[in-house]
């Protein structure tokens, strides 16, 4: 490799010079081994752009790439993923970041606007990332549609919004005034409105409305104008052969770049380098570099080579250069299809997967040759091209070229393929189909966009004239190490006809062919055999339709297996009202005003914790994980590590004094670093202390370490049962009524159970921390639901007293639980490094490490068995609780208690035992989670009520109104429920969704459909309001008034994009009377506020509320003899006055709510401040064979008392709703039988994206239901919606059952959470699903295990 510059021309570039916001970057040395993300955010201190996961699969580093294109004169805009992207790629190209477009100083872009005031940014870390996505595609195209952001937004995901406000803002670009404004039409020149069409505009109509309260005021929206937009850098153009016309060559400490300019030279390259590797999109090498630490001595970027990048039509199909993007080949296809549609059909099922492939900011940069060449088992790609017989051709300088067929012969193993180490592919070429034959190609993944399949399968079958199949080659992906056709089932199927009798044959082919045994990689065996027949037999409906074969139509009732469910545009309202209206315009309470970071969120301006600018001195450090669940540390040796250039040092548990070693929130059993026995594979053994990220991850790899294994490793429930492991001191039973009684008295017993697995918290920004040392003082920020627990823990490792350690964080990018105890992991070292280095030290965990150790929603299993009579009243029930709390005590008992107090959800149950137990296993330790343990409970109580229905044959509607708690009736913990609205909300949300009239059209849908069928479901909720400890029911704020009028809030709460600032900014503007505009909160600190309780529980407004109150009537008592002696005065006036009269214009304030006094021991007191309750019916579609699902429609009635921030507090509804989704519906932590954590990103662990929302989205709030209890009659929002996506999967449940009913099987069944497709299609149990059942083998050890 050293004498590689021998095989280069003498002319060459070797300097890489870009254009990034227009201005141009030159870098002599570019290392090949810098990502472009690394680059913006490191060396040009560009943060606006965010690391969220670096595998392409959360879309928040998104940028635009502009490029000149010589041959057709035009400039190419494109989103890419910038942690994807390599840097030495971007020679000559210009990039366009977040920052490039609009800034809060000058001006904002019309996107960063609407995202804005659309109340789409809460922690605003995806913000930047989305804006981006949606600006490339205003400078795509001219005139746009709802299709195209939904395309352009496929690959990008936000956890805090719920998608809906994101989807309305960008909405109001397709709308008719746009095109107005821009000229595009002839506006009408007499009258002041922006369009045509008069004083009618809608966009005026609905600015001056007053019949219905709106969230935001399109009438303030700047148009677009794309001739605002700034000019691509002429120099990039004028000299554009400079850049493209030269063999490029960045050498690097490891790498090195070369980027041929002839084709030749790549030939000669990979005759000299047969080891050399091909880099065309990146997207499948930059994971293997970053993940699965693949080295790559020379990379070969081949994409300027002109024959490989370009579409030719061939008299036998069309042939794709091997450095084509999948964009490109889309919009070719579009047109080309448009004409040749019936010789198009495999290109057909190309283009129609390529919608499901990957997020827009992918297919941008990959390339088709490049997903053949992985030759991944599951790609989407080449099991199309397997069936239809593509072929590639390659070449080498020896050989020259060669041609093959892409069939089983071309994949030679996992991940190999028939291509020699020094050919390179040339290009791809598809066949055109003729008329008598049928193509079509199928995707089954866990999310239905931007996914990777769990099964593939492509259908390629032509008959000969009388309807007898002549030739057919059905393909699959995800049955086998690599793509594969059932050679046996396609040659049986030769000479056939299309009838039933052939779909048997081929049925019975098919199990035949594919063994899956239940120790599969990848698992779920029998869903994806399943799966092989069902998509056979969606395939098989599609021909018989659209042929009419035998002049036999199947029934439309047969014919809803034909199709998937189709995508719709969604649609929304939310109702609320604002009670202020007609009072001074300055109090701000209950407005929906705009988050107060939302603008610098959407300009890239908001600072999180890794975006504080880099320190001379600065170190990074990153953390050394156990490779053991559970086992004995035998030896650490670091030698290795420490003897690489630029590491510093090696921290474990030597260097912390043993008493100091120690955490956790309740009891002390964590070390900061293992010193003997690790519990899991989170324990944290070490840490690396070095100059680079680079080098600190590099050496980590070389610290060893043994280890002993211990025996048992316990990983689920059922394990911890079976061993008896639970935490000690930690069971306990409520008892309440006559339990034994209850059961005798009751004619009906019923047992059954909920079983709900682990989930992620997935915020958009890891867990991140930076200290740095001053004199013996320690500053550290860190993103954490609670500083002052960081300082606190902070100081006790360091053996100094808590106020030399202050913790401060800005903001948060969403924490939802998962920061409130967890941050500690990475936290501490950085605070030991930072102490006993003298630098400042910064870590930030990757996506995988945060996800491998950072603890989930507490896995339960909750058995219940219930006494009930007659009419479904419950008389008494007993509930067993196991939850899993990993492998630490964390937070765990609390979370306890508040599945204890939440089995009841919104029934009275008179007669209760409850039985908790939290199980010690060898995984992450859980942690909080919003909803901390209720939904889980709750979820149980509503599985319970639906039981009782279905045993008395009523419907759930009729027992939930005998059970139902009234106004006054008392829990079984004996808390009074007052104020009980919870039958307000069921009563309006019954009519608001017009339950009764759809339920009879579902039923009607039903009967019509065989293989699609809706569900229709109502879930209640009713959440306590309160820490359950009184310690925690304090918070104070601090309150400063500058001369010139403005005023500085400081809280003990933290902002992670719930609003809570805003909310505070609000009381304040309300208690002045002065604009929001002077009122400014900038960060937590703990030397503002001290001995603040963790920003959670939903209780923070109510808290930090009153203490803002408390301090602002301080101040205004102080102020009110000068107000009284100017009256007239303004606000600045009274300011200055005072401050001439030396009156304190600072203030502290301090809340403490009154006394739960809730004694555990006699079940007596209150121990909740209030309840939060709310109401939600969903209807969802499901597809029987797939086990896909859509939700049509939600509605939900939500009791929130006086909301103080409309905006604010529908945002935590539908953000906390399409959180609850996620839990019931799609999202599963995999872990492996041994403890391992299988679920490390965005790519193996799907969150809902935009595409999941509800078609039809309405919330609204309650009104007239003011609550005296909290501050200025508003009620905590943050927790109590998650649950009511239950709903979901209660008519999931709903639709389902009516699935099994059509098959002739037992309609009662169970089924776990979440209900993912998996799950689904398995429930929907059919000759399919039985046919495939016991042809799987139950041999070794499962792939994955339910936690
Ligand atoms: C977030 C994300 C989502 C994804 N979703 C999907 C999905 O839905 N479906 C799916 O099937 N895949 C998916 N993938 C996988 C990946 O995007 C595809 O495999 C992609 O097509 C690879 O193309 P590329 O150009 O980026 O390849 P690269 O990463 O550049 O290269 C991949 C391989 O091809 C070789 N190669 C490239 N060009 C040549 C050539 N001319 N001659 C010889 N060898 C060559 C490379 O050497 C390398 O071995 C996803 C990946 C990511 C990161
Ligand atoms: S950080 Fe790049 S896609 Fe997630
Ligand atoms: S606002 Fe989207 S992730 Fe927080």
């Known amino acids: 490799m050293d004498d590689i510059e021998n095989y280069l021309p003498e002319k060459k570039i070797t300097s890489l010079i870009f254009f990034v916001n227009g201005k141009k970057v030159v870098e002599p040395h570019p290392d090949p081994e810098w990502t472009l993300l690394w680059y913006l955010r490191r060396k040009l201190h560009l943060t606006g752009t965010k690391y969220g996961c670096g595998e392409g699969g959360c879309g928040a580093c998104t940028v635009m790439v502009s490029q000149y294109l010589q041959d057709e004169d035009r400039i190419k805009h494109y989103s890419v993923n910038a942690c994807l992207m390599p840097l030495c790629t971007m020679h000559g190209m210009a990039i366009t970041t977040v920052e490039g477009i609009g800034s809060t100083q000058d001006k904002l872009h019309p996107v960063q606007e609407r995202i804005a005031k659309a109340h789409g940014s809460q922690c605003g870390f995806c913000t930047p990332g989305i804006v981006m996505s949606m600006y490339t595609l205003l400078r795509n195209k001219n005139k746009i549609d709802f299709s195209d952001i939904d395309t352009a937004l496929q690959g990008n995901l936000c956890r805090c919004t719920g998608y809906r406000p994101i989807i309305e803002g960008f909405k109001t670009f397709l709308e008719e005034w746009e095109y107005y404004y821009n000229g595009k039409v002839e506006t009408n020149s007499d009258s002041k409105s922006p369009c045509m069409m008069g004083d009618d505009c809608c966009r005026l109509i609905n600015a001056n409305s007053q019949e219905k309260e709106t969230l935001f005021n399109k009438s303030e929206f700047k148009p677009y104008s794309p001739t605002q937009e700034p000019i691509f850098p002429p120099e990039l153009k004028m000299n554009n052969k400079e850049y493209v016309s030269g063999l490029t060559y960045f050498k690097g400490p490891n790498i090195a770049w070369i980027r041929p300019f002839k084709l030749e030279e790549l030939l000669l390259l990979k005759k000299q380098y047969p080891f050399s590797k091909i880099v065309a999109g990146n997207t499948e090498i930059g994971v293997e570099v970053k993940f699965k630490k693949m080295v790559y001595p020379i990379l070969i970027s081949p994409i300027i080579i002109k024959e490989l990048n370009t579409i030719q039509i061939t008299n036998y199909g069309i042939r794709v250069g091997a450095t084509v993007t999948l964009s490109d080949l889309v919009k070719f296809l579009d047109n080309f299809l448009k004409e040749n549609h019936t010789k198009g059909k495999v290109l057909e099922a190309i283009k129609d997967m390529l919608h499901w492939f990957a997020g827009t900011q992918i297919r941008n940069t990959a390339s088709l040759v490049g997903n053949i060449v992985t030759a991944s088992p599951i790609s989407d790609l080449n099991p199309i091209l397997m069936a239809s017989a593509a072929t590639l051709t390659v070449k080498s300088l020896e050989r020259g070229e060669r041609r093959l067929t892409i069939d089983s012969n071309f994949f030679k193993g996992y991940r ?114 399943s799966l092989c027949l069902s998509l056979f037999f969606r395939f098989y409906l599609h021909v018989l339709q659209i042929r009419s074969l035998n002049g036999t139509r199947p029934s439309n009732y047969e014919l809803s297996g034909s199709y998937q469910i189709p995508a719709l545009q969604p649609k929304s309202s939310q109702c609320f009202e604002i009670k202020n209206n007609q009072r001074t315009t300055s109090d701000a309470v209950g407005k929906p005003i705009v988050h107060m970071s939302a603008f610098k969120q959407a300009t890239g301006e908001a600072i999180y914790c890794d975006d504080l600018p880099t320190l001379e001195e600065e170190l990074y450090l990153t953390l050394i994980y156990s490779a053991e669940s559970h086992a004995k540390i035998k030896s650490i040796d670091a030698s290795k590590a420490l003897d690489v250039p630029g590491v510093i040092a090696f921290l474990s548990a030597a260097d912390i004094p043993k008493e100091h070693n120690k955490m956790g929130p309740i009891l002390k059993d964590e070390e900061v670093f293992v010193s003997e026995v690790v519990t899991s594979k989170s324990c944290i053994v070490g840490a690396i202390v070095a100059k680079t990220e680079q080098t600190a991850r590099r050496a980590k ?162 058995k219940y068995q219930v006494a009930f009579d007659d009419m479904g009243k419950i008389n008494g029930a007993i509930f067993d609780v196991y939850a899993n709390g990993g492998n630490y005590l964390d937070i765990s008992p609390s979370m306890l208690e508040r599945v204890m107090t939440h089995l009841d959800n919104c029934c009275k149950i008179p007669n209760i035992i409850v039985n908790l137990n939290l199980c010690k296993t060898n995984t992450p330790s859980n942690t909080a989670f919003r909803g901390f343990g209720g939904p889980q409970a709750m979820f149980a109580c509503e599985s319970m009520i639906r039981d009782i229905a279905a045993a008395l044959n009523k419907s759930y509607e009729e027992i939930m109104a005998v059970n139902m708690y009234n106004e006054g009736d008392l829990t079984f913990y004996d808390q009074e429920l007052i104020h009980c609205t919870i039958k307000r909300c069921w009563q309006e949300c019954i009519e608001s969704s017009n339950y009764w009239q759809r339920k009879g059209k579902v039923e009607e849908f039903n009967r019509m459909n065989r293989w699609k069928k809706k569900g229709l479901a109502l879930t209640p909720t009713k959440y306590g309001i309160s820490f359950q400890i009184d310690m925690l029911m304090q918070g104070g704020a601090l309150v400063l008034i500058y001369c010139d009028g403005s005023v500085l809030i400081s809280i003990g709460g933290i902002e992670m994009g719930q609003g809570l600032f805003t909310k505070m900014i609000q009381v304040a503007s309300k208690v002045f009377d002065i604009d929001v505009a002077k009122i400014h909160i900038s960060e937590m600190s703990t030397d503002k506020v001290p001995n603040s309780s963790p920003t959670a529980a939903s209780v923070s407004s109510d808290l930090y509320g009153m203490a803002v109150l408390n301090a602002c009537t301080t101040l205004n008592e102080r102020l009110e003899p000068i107000k009284k002696s100017n009256p007239n005065g303004k606000w600045e006036d009274w300011i200055s006055a005072a401050y001439l009269e030396r009156i304190s214009l600072s203030a502290t304030g301090f809340y403490a709510a009154p006394k739960i006094q809730f004694n555990p021991k006699t079940n007596s007191g209150t121990l909740f401040e209030y309840y939060t309750f709310g109401v939600a019916c969903s209807e969802v579609e499901i597809d029987c064979l797939t086990g896909d699902h859509q939700v049509l429609r939600t509605d939900i009635v939500m009791d929130i008392g006086e909301s103080l921030n409309p905006a604010i507090d529908i945002g935590q509804i539908e953000g906390g709703f399409m959180q609850g989704y996620g839990l019931f519906t799609m999202e599963e932590m995999l872990y492996s039988p041994t403890g391992e954590i299988l679920s490390r990103g965005p790519g193996a662990y799907k969150i809902p994206g935009f595409s999941d929302i509800p078609k039809e989205f309405n919330v609204s709030l309650l009104k007239g239901a003011p609550n005296p209890r909290a501050v200025y009659s508003s009620k905590a929002v943050g927790e109590p919606p998650l649950f009511l996506a239950a709903s979901v999967y209660f008519a999931i449940k709903e639709a389902i059952k009516s699935a099994r009913m059509d098959a002739g099987v037992d309609p009662e069944f169970a089924l776990e959470a979440p209900a993912t497709c998996a799950r689904i299609r398995m429930a929907c149990e059919d000759d399919i699903t039985k046919q495939v059942k016991p042809t799987i083998k139950n041999v070794g050890r499962p792939w994955n295990v339910i936690p």
């Not at 066949?431 to 034959?437: A, I, K």
């Not at 034994?740 to 920004?765: C, D, M, P, V, W």
């Not at 990475?826 to 930030?844: E, N, S």
């Open 416 to 529: 190999k393929v028939a291509i020699e180490e020094d050919e390179i592919v040339l290009f791809v070429e598809i066949p055109f189909t003729g008329n008598d034959q049928f193509v079509k190609a199928y995707k089954q993944a866990k999310r239905r966009e931007d996914d990777i399949s769990i099964v593939t399968a492509a259908f390629n079958v032509e008959f000969e004239k009388n309807m007898i199949i002549s030739d057919a080659k059905l393909c699959f992906g995800g049955m086998a190490p690599t793509t594969v056709c059932a050679a046996k089932t396609s040659s049986l199927m030769k000479g056939k006809n299309w009838d039933q009798l052939l779909l048997k044959s081929v049925f019975d082919s098919l199990t035949e062919e594919f063994k899956l045994d239940s120790s599969v990689p990848g698992g779920m065996p029998e869903y994806r055999k």
């Open 701 to 862: 790899n070389l610290v060893m370490i043994t280890y002993e294994k211990l025996e048992p490793v316990v990983v689920t429930i059922e394990d911890a049962i079976a061993h008896n492991s639970y935490y000690p001191d930690t069971y306990r039973q409520l008892v309440h009524g006559d339990v034994t009684e209850a059961f005798k008295k009751s004619k009906h017993k019923r047992n059954g159970h909920i079983r709900i697995g682990a989930q992620e918290h997935f915020y958009l920004e890891t867990v991140s921390a930076y200290a740095i040392r001053k004199e013996d003082e320690l500053e550290i920020i860190c993103n954490s639901q609670n500083p002052a627990e960081v300082a606190h823990t902070v100081s006790q490792v360091l053996n100094i007293p808590n106020h030399k350690v202050v913790s401060k964080i800005k903001r948060i990018g969403g924490g939802f639980g998962g920061k409130e105890t967890r941050s500690l992991i990475l936290a501490l070292p950085v605070a030991v490094a930072a102490y006993r280095l003298k630098k400042p030290i910064r870590g930030v965990l990757d996506r995988d490490e945060d996800m491998q150790a950072t603890g989930y929603r507490h896995p339960c299993l909750i």
